[in-house]
Structures are given as C-alpha cells and as structure tokens.
C-alpha cells in the first residue's frame, strides 16, 4: 500500500468518562474510497469530526497528509473537503455566493473563484439555481450544493458523514454517480453510512464500528466472504410457526437465523437447501434465495435489537 | 466537466501568533458580513444610525431648551446638548458592537451553524472572532460619523480635538465587540440573551450619560466607574468639548484591557465550542 494520506493508531476520544471513539486504527491509501460503517451512536461523526481536524483527540496518534492535527488544524484543513451530516449551507447568501465565500475562506482569489464555482454548479447540476436563494432548493439540492461547497479547494481528501441520508431514491443515485466521478479523478473518499447498498456502492474498503470499536475491516466482498455465506435462503412459515419448524431444520445450511417473522438460511448454495426442506415435508408460504449482502454482515455483527 | 489545468492549492498563511488557531484571514469573514447583510438585514443596519440622533433631539435639543447649560467637574459651562452628545455617541458605538456581536453572533452560533461552516475551512477560531468583531468595528464607526456630522450641524462639537472621537469609537466598539462575543458563547437560551439588555439599560441611563457622576453618593460613584461605559463617556466628552485632562488615558487603558481579555475569551470559547 502507499503511503496513507490519513493514519490513526489506537485513537481515542472522550467525552467527560464516556468513551465515543474507544481506541480505533486505520489507515486509508490515497485514491481510496474508505467508509464507516455502524449503528446510530458507533462512533463515526466522532472519528469524522478528528480526521476533519475540527475536535481534538483525547489520546492515540493522528496524522492527516503527514500532519498532526493538535498542531497544524488550518493547514490540514485546507486540503480536506467537508460535507456533514446536517447541511449547513448560509442562508444569506444566495446559491453561487455559497461556493464563492467559501472559497475565499480558504484564501483564494476572486479570479479563480467565479469560473471554479460555475464550474461547480454545473457538476452539482445546479447552473440554473446560481441566483437562487438556499432556503428554496429541495433536499437533493441543498446536499448537492454541500458536496459542490466542499470542492471549491480541490481537496485531496473529501470527508462525507452520510451523505445521502433523507435523500429520495433517484437523488441518491445522482449523487452516488457525482462521488463515483471524483473517486475516478483521483480524490480520496471518506464516509460514514448505514446504508448498506451506499457502502457496497461506493467502498473501496471499510470498517464496521460499534460502541466506539472497530468490529470488522476489508473490502465488502471479503467481508461477506468472511462473516456471511454466498447466499442467504428466506423462509416464512407464518409468525406462530417460525420457531417450531426452525427445530425441524436444524442441522440445514451453514447456520440458520429465526426471526420474529422469517428463518434465514445461510448457505453457498440456497436453491439446494430450498430442496433439503422441501423434502423434509414442509412447505414454506414464501421462499427467497438472494445473495448475501453486507446487511447480513453488519446485523450479524451489530446485532438486531435496536440501538438508542 | 471542463478541467481547469493545475488547480491552485489553498494557500495557508502560518501567522507567528497562535498558529493553530489563526489563518491570517479574517477578511474573508467580513467579506461574508457585507454580502450578507447586503442581501437581508440592512434596514436594521439603517434603523441603528437613528436611534442616537432621536436622543439627541428629543433630551438635547428639547430638554435641553428648559436646562439650559451644565456645569463640568472643571468648572466649565457647556450646553446641556454638548453636554450629552458624546455620551450618546459612545452608547451608539456600544450598541452597534453589541448588536453585532451578540445577538448576530448568538444566531450564527445556535442557529446557522454558520461558524461549524467556517471552521471546517482552513479558517482558525481567532480568524472568526476577529472578523466578526471587525465587522461591529465598521458599523460603529459608520454610525460615529453619521453622528458627528449632525453634531458638527448642530454645533455640539465645541473643539478640533472632537476629530479623535472617531478612533476613540472604534476604540470602544472593538472593547464591547470582542467582550461581547466572549460572553455569547455562553448563551444558550433566548431568556440568558435578555440579561445582556438588563445590563446595558441601567448601563446607558447612569453612566454620567444624562447628568454629571456627582449627583451619586460616594459608593455608587464607584459601581459606575468600575463599568465600561462611564470611561467610554468620559474620554468622548472630554474630546468633544476640548476639556482634556490626563486621567484620560486610563479610560485609554481600560478599553485596551478589555480588548485583550474579549480577544483571549472569544478565541478560547470558539475553541472549546467548535474545535472541541
């Protein structure tokens, strides 16, 4: 691997006794597409806020294209493009002036900022909205602008904390094809998601954390390799019924999961299985063969009960 | 997408102060001051200029009809609207930076997320506080030389040395600016904002602002002279009228303390609050 833009060694951050990053290392290549993965509460936004140089670590060791963020915040920041969880865009300027403010906060000139920032809106597919006030663009839109805001310095590294939560189905694409485009000019990508189709998507490699802990790391594929089978076999036999049959079919697939209102078989192989319980008489009301996909693996190492 | 060839890299000031916290470009934050307020609030920017001239007229011009002339602790006599126009312009230059720097900072900070925007950019903590204060500084002189000029009208400025009123403004301001921002970043609530006008009212009122620190017993006298305003009076006055004396320069000195203490508390709770 070459040498990491962004390396963390048993990083840890405290808030009063409560441990929200609990000893976490990483290291993320240039040109990679990195994510975090985990529940509501894991520790993301955290490790986010870190690597953005905007919160100070509480113990471990943090370097960011070869700096130290305790000492050199705005000269790392200057290399780093943001796009936080909640917009953040300013409501007093209109859609254009977003991009060219920004732009002079980090000290460029008005020459180069006017071209950069049609050139922006034009790849947030916004040229139209130039005069627009903020407050009247739709979701899609406002995140769009983010991402265009957080290019304006041509970041090295574009740090993403869920990027498309709240975002309809055909705005979520849109920006998924955007952040594939940067990822292909060479820009290093950061995010966090608990969205599994997003990581699959868009990961190069990632992590799962919970409860301030990395669980799991590796491409998607390996991970499901590692902690899922190829194939996942759904069975729904009605909720009263699920628990029973499930002891009929012990010893069927790799492992088998009961929930409240189906059994999941994991397996390489789900039409056979299918056919084992066929034969063994019972007669589900629906069957699913699908492939295994990184849900499985986050449920199977976050768990299932919900986390608040 | 066209490509622009070699993209310029941001380019980084590293000031010998603070170099963690500063970027060397507070500018940038005024530039966003002017553009925003030119797009929303500048009638509210307008309404302030006002508000010192209606005193004016109304206790000066009106009032002062039936009081006629006061006398200074130096013996002099002076028109009663002398007498209290450059109070009213240090409350104009007091109330500008207040405004700017508490109540507008107070949104931006709870509200806007405005300055979570700002510092994830290579901007410091010291350069926000520094350009917000700024930017009070050039309301409250705009508003000073609005001002001055009706006094110069209406024959209220009785020396050439009322011509160092206008540094002094900006002197004033900026101690107001740069403490007031200190104590909004403790805000949190809407109800802790209103005690700042609980302050400022009885502030305004009794700081030898209407009348002279002498009609006060003793103890009180100190309680006003231990306040900012009461030095901010002072040293316009003495300005303004041509009485100089050399207690003066400690009312200097004061706002020269209390610059630096604002400065040293914005940045430091800017730090904890957004760099935390």
């Known amino acids: 691997m070459p040498e990491a833009v962004i390396s963390a060694k048993n990083l840890v951050k405290k808030y009063k006794d409560f441990p929200a990053v609990d000893g976490i290392s990483f290291d993320i290549a240039p040109g990679e597409s990195f994510g975090f993965l985990g ?66 906060y980090f000290g460029f000139p008005r020459n180069y900022l006017g071209p950069k920032a049609d050139e922006l809106l034009e790849f947030a597919q916004l040229t139209d909205k130039a005069k627009s006030r903020v407050d009247d663009l739709s979701g899609g839109m406002k995140r769009r602008l983010t991402i265009a805001r957080a290019l304006i310095n041509n970041p090295r590294i574009l740090l993403l904390d869920e990027p498309t939560t709240g975002l309809d189905p055909q705005a979520r694409h849109v920006l998924w094809d955007r952040l594939f485009r940067l990822k292909e000019q060479g820009t290093t990508l950061v995010l966090t998601t608990h969205y599994m189709d997003e990581a699959e998507q868009l990961c190069d490699r990632l992590v799962v954390i919970d409860k301030g802990s990395i ?57 056979a299985e299918l056919q084992r319980v066929t034969e063994a008489g019972l007669n589900p009301i629906t ?19 919900l986390i608040e | 997408m066209t490509t622009i060839e070699a993209p310029p890299v941001a380019h980084v000031n ?20 002017v553009k925003a307020t030119a797009s929303s609030n500048w009638l509210i920017v307008v309404s302030g200029f006002f508000e010192p001239v209606f005193y004016l007229l109304a206790m000066g011009i009106g009032l002062g009809a039936y009081i006629g002339t006061i006398q200074t602790a130096g013996g002099q006599e002076i028109p009663y609207a002398a007498y209290i126009a450059p109070a009213l312009l240090a409350v104009a230059a007091m109330n500008g930076a207040i405004f700017d720097s508490t109540w507008n900072v107070f949104f931006k900070m709870n509200f806007g997320k405005l300055y979570d925007g700002m510092l994830a950019t290579s901007l410091g903590p ?95 006298q100190w309680i006003i002279q231990a ?47 957004f760099l935390e």
């Open chain 1, 39 to 104: 529940p509501n509460g894991a520790g993301k936004s955290t490790t986010m806020r870190m690597v953005g140089a905007v919160s100070t670590r509480t113990a471990g060791d943090l370097s960011i294209i070869g700096l130290d963020p305790n000492q050199n915040g705005p000269e790392i920041r200057s290399q780093l493009g943001v796009v936080p969880q909640a917009d953040n865009l300013d409501a007093d300027l209109k859609v254009r002036d977003n991009l060219i403010i920004y732009g002079r």
């Open chain 1, 215 to 271: 669980m799991a790391e590796g491409t998607p594929a390996s991970l499901i390799r590692q902690y899922s089978t190829r194939e996942v076999l759904e069975l729904r036999f009605g909720s009263d019924r699920n628990a029973a049959v499930a002891e009929q079919i012990a010893g069927i697939g790799d492992r088998i999961e009961v929930l409240p209102d189906r059994i999941l078989i994991y397996s390489d192989n789900g039409e």
């Open chain 1, 287 to 305: 069957s699913l063969v699908r492939r295994s996909s990184l849900e499985d693996v986050f449920l199977r190492l976050t768990g299932r009960s």
């Open chain 2, 14 to 33: 590293r000031p010998f102060l603070l170099p963690s916290l500063y970027a060397g470009n507070a500018r940038s934050v005024m530039e966003r001051a």
């Open chain 2, 126 to 220: 010291f350069d926000v506080a520094l350009g917000e204060i700024m930017m009070a500084l050039a309301r409250g002189l705009a508003y000073a030389c609005g001002f001055m000029l009706v006094m110069q009208v209406l024959g209220l400025n009785l020396s050439w040395t009322a011509i160092l009123a206008l540094p002094a403004v900006l002197l004033i301001a900026f101690g107001f600016a740069s403490f007031g921002m200190g104590i909004t970043s403790y805000m949190k609530t809407f109800q802790q904002m209103d005690w700042i006008n609980f302050i400022l009212l009885p502030m305004f009122l009794f700081s030898a602002t209407f009348y002279p620190l002498s009609v006060y017993p003793e103890w009180i």
């Open chain 2, 227 to 273: 306040m900012p305003l009461w030095h901010g009076v002072e040293l316009m006055r003495g300005l303004t009228t041509g009485i100089m004396t050399g207690g003066m320069i400690w009312h200097v000195l004061y706002y020269v303390v209390m610059v630096v203490v604002g400065l040293t508390l914005t940045t430091r709770r800017l730090k904890a609050l």
